[in-house]
């Protein structure tokens, strides 16, 4: 079974030497954490979260703690009087839940949910640590299984993405995208165990159910196990399946879970529904059609048969699929509006090309090609070692490599297309990197003295999991961005400011509605019991049309209206913030944000006196208008 095995290394891995090597990366990945934390750029110590996305999810957690409401996911303080229902779903919510329900007696609820959330990706990062090592076990000899920790622990992307005080689903995605993949090499290692199949397909049902991102990781394994089919192993076919009847009842039971009997039939795109269960049964369907007509001997023999059977069944079910669901195949982060993309949608870091045109303009390439290469390095030298291996691997190893170059071929180019892909494509690539790695040190092994290389492996293993963060290093790519992060904080400081808020004998004395930057508008609902218009959400918020409305209008008696009309009760702006770019308009006039940060209100808006450590904060209260 393992078709990558070779001599040469000089030491071998025990049980106990791979536990010791997860253990070791799993305290060097702590240590970083610790870092993280004291540096700032998780701001845990000081009793905040890495981002927008953590503070909604904890105010999520909290709302569904406080109501009970399992299937009604609305947060009625986003845009009143209608709330907002986000795109996000339940398993996230149920880990963090869980968590905090263990400390709750020794903290109080709300206490525990912040420091379980806190540490909730950490420990996802250790578990999924022992994960990828057991994912690698069909591929690697064991005595190599030991650097495909370490070299996982060191990924830019996987630890950001696992980084303490990132209470949100990415973690957990990751995870699950693991055991995908090693449930899926191990029934691509040994058919006969249709166990696995099915393992794997609940993981990417349970993905999916997380995340939509995840069918991209379906999909990969989908197309392996067909391929596989359509070159000549015939059982491949009897595997998908079972790989395929196992996540189509994997997505049955999470839609009944997620949504209940009486939303069962809701068509959404960006969220698990019926329209995700209707293509992989029908993909299902597909499966049990060719397995019959193969059984009946009617596809003859060679891949050019089998091919242009799966295409015929593959287009009629597709056909079917898009009549009945015309709009599966939009963007599911669209409905927003153009405003919305415009502004702010387009702008959010993480969905920005690896290396944009204007980033290698001018003096910005240098620190472009640093961020690049610490974003995805690695692709550099184990996208031509993949190919190589794939192309001299035989029989199950080369079935095995072929699902790695698969899923790299699909999230290499996404992260080029978008950063955010970066921690998928960074995982898939650990494993040829970690083949290459542990090939140049059977290649010292064969040359030097075992005291020798006493000295140079340590170097060569560190060399080769850090050098990724050398040229981002020179260039100053990361040290600019989380220098960015933490003076943004230090500039508009929200939980300065929520202590004004929450002023029983001020304005904490009843709940108001906050006009805030989009950014402001999560931290604001975590700390304070006040509502604000919008967050940044891609779903169809009205309040943030309308927030955009009243601080970019020339016409402040426009802007009255606008906030008479949303019952608005206080108006919220940071100077040193983005907000200046975020309102400005193409017309270049005066708007009411201008007037507010020159000092200059008009008359229906009335200064809040502020402490000094609120940093650039500026509070109005809207008068009444008569």
């Known amino acids: 079974m393992r078709g990558t095995a070779r001599e040469g290394l ?8 791979i536990a010791l090597a997860i253990a070791i990366s799993a305290l060097l990945a702590v240590f970083v954490q610790i870092g993280m934390a004291l540096n700032g750029i998780s701001p845990i110590l000081a009793g905040g979260l890495v981002d927008t996305d953590d503070y909604m999810r904890l105010v999520r957690v909290e709302h569904l703690w406080q109501s009970g409401a399992w299937f009604d996911a609305v947060i009625p303080r986003i845009g ?6 986000l795109h996000w779903t339940r398993p996230m919510d149920l880990l963090l839940l869980a968590g905090a329900g263990v400390a709750t007696p020794f903290l109080g609820f709300q206490a525990a949910l912040f420091w379980w959330g806190a540490l909730v990706s950490p420990v996802l990062l250790v578990v999924s640590l022992c994960a990828i090592v057991w994912a690698a076990a069909p591929i690697f000899p064991r005595a190599w299984l030991p650097l495909v920790a370490f070299i996982f622990v060191a990924q830019p992307g996987d630890l950001v993405r696992f980084m303490v005080g990132r209470p949100d689903h990415h973690g957990l995605l990751i995870l699950l995208f693991i055991l995908s993949l090693g449930f899926a090499l191990r029934v691509l290692a040994n058919p006969e165990r249709k166990l696995n199949a099915m393992a794997s397909g609940l993981a990417g049902a349970l993905a999916i159910w997380v995340s939509i991102e995840s069918l991209v990781a379906v999909v990969t394994v989908v197309a392996t196990l067909g391929l596989c089919w359509l070159l000549g192993d015939r059982r491949m076919l009897r595997v998908l399946l079972f790989y395929s009847t196992a996540l189509c009842a994997g997505l049955a039971l999470a839609l009944l879970v997620e949504r209940g009997p009486s939303d069962l039939l809701v068509v959404e795109i960006d969220k698990i529904s019926i329209l995700h269960l209707a293509l992989f049964a029908l993909n299902a369907l597909t499966c049990w059609v060719l397995f019959v007509v193969e059984k009946r001997g009617w596809l003859g023999v060679g891949p050019m048969r089998r091919a242009i059977w799966a295409g015929c069944a593959m287009a009629v079910s597709l056909l079917l699929f898009w009549s009945q669901f015309p709009h599966a195949f939009a963007d599911p982060m669209g409905a927003g509006g153009d405003l919305y993309l415009r502004i702010h949608f387009a702008n959010i870091a993480e969905i920005q090309p690896l290396i944009g045109v204007a980033d290698v303009q001018g003096d910005r390439w240098a620190k472009a090609a640093g961020s690049a290469i610490l974003w995805l390095g690695i692709a550099i030298p184990a996208m ?15 079935r095995l490599w072929l699902l790695v170059a698969i899923a790299s071929l699909a999230y290499v180019p996404l992260t080029l297309y978008q950063v955010r892909w970066a921690s998928y494509a960074e995982t898939v690539l650990v494993l ?10 059977a290649r010292f092994a064969a040359r030097f003295s075992e005291q020798a290389l006493g000295v140079i492996r340590p170097f060569l293993f560190a060399a080769m999991c850090t050098w990724v963060f050398v040229p981002g290093a020179i260039a100053g790519a990361s040290d600019e961005d989380a220098g960015a992060v933490v003076k943004g904080r230090e500039t508009c400081p929200i939980k300065s400011l929520s202590t004004v808020l929450n002023d029983p004998t001020g304005l904490g004395d009843s709940p108001r509605l906050i006009l805030a930057l989009i950014d402001f508008g999560p931290e604001i609902l975590y700390r304070t019991g006040h509502a604000v218009l919008s967050i940044p959400n891609h779903r169809p918020q009205p309040g943030f049309t309308a927030s955009y409305g009243i601080m970019a209008a020339e016409d402040f008696d426009v802007a009255q209206g606008l906030l008479t009309k949303g019952q608005v009760d206080l108006v919220a702006i940071c100077l040193g913030s983005n907000e200046s770019w975020f309102y400005k308009t193409d017309a270049g006039g005066r708007t009411l944000y201008q007037a507010l940060s020159d000092g200059a209100p008009p008359a229906f808006l009335t200064p809040v006196p502020l402490p000094e450590d609120v940093g650039g904060f500026r509070v109005f209260e809207v008068r009444p208008s008569s």
Do not use: K
Not at 80 to 85: K, M, R, V
Not at 384 to 398: E, N, T
Not at 432 to 441: C, G, M, Q, S
């Open 10 to 17: 000089s030491f071998q891995a025990g049980s106990r030497d």
């Open 80 to 85: 009143p009087p209608n709330g907002l229902t």
């Open 432 to 441: 040829p990197y970690a083949d290459l790695a542990a090939t140049i040190a």
């Open 384 to 398: 031509p070692w993949l190919a190589y291996r794939l192309w001299h691997s035989q029989g199950v190893a080369r």
